[in-house]
Nanobody
Framework: EVQLVESGGGLVQTGGSLRLSCATS????????MGWFRQAPGKEREGVSS???????YYDNSVKGRFTIFRDNAKNTVYLQMYNLKPEDTAVYYC??????????????????WGRGTQVTVSS
């Protein structure tokens, strides 16, 4: 059974940093892309960042230059390092896995598995 478990969310002031982790288990191959998505209250889910198995990354313009995605395949974990956080970054952050997808993409439709999310709150 594939499982994705996010951690690392919390409350931080504007300009602060957080590192989110997504621990994965149950995969039978390494051929998958990982993504981070977020959903703020009253808003649609949006893609934040994605990384392919070979480390190619993609970022939404809203986080480019502030967020960094990276993965440790030996630990089956994907991270989202967030710097210079802003109140508009407040949301529930979800990690997701797209099996057989070899590119970094924020197209949610290709993601097969999702975690339950972790709350990030940025105070002004």
């Amino acid at each position: 059974e594939v499982q994705l478990v996010e951690s690392g969310g919390g409350l931080v002031q504007t300009g602060g940093s957080l590192r989110l982790s997504c621990a994965t288990s149950g995969f039978t191959s390494d051929d998958y892309a990982m993504g981070w998505f977020r959903q703020a209250p009253g808003k649609e889910r949006e893609g934040v960042s994605s990384i392919s198995y070979d480390g190619t990354t993609y970022y939404d313009n809203s986080v480019k230059g502030r967020f960094t995605i990276f993965r440790d395949n030996a630990k089956n974990t994907v991270y989202l390092q967030m710097y210079n956080l802003k109140p508009e970054d407040t949301a529930v952050y979800y990690c997701a896995a797209a099996m057989g997808v070899r590119v970094a993409t924020l197209w949610a439709g290709v993601y097969d598995y999702w975690g339950r999310g972790t709350q990030v709150t940025v105070s002004s």
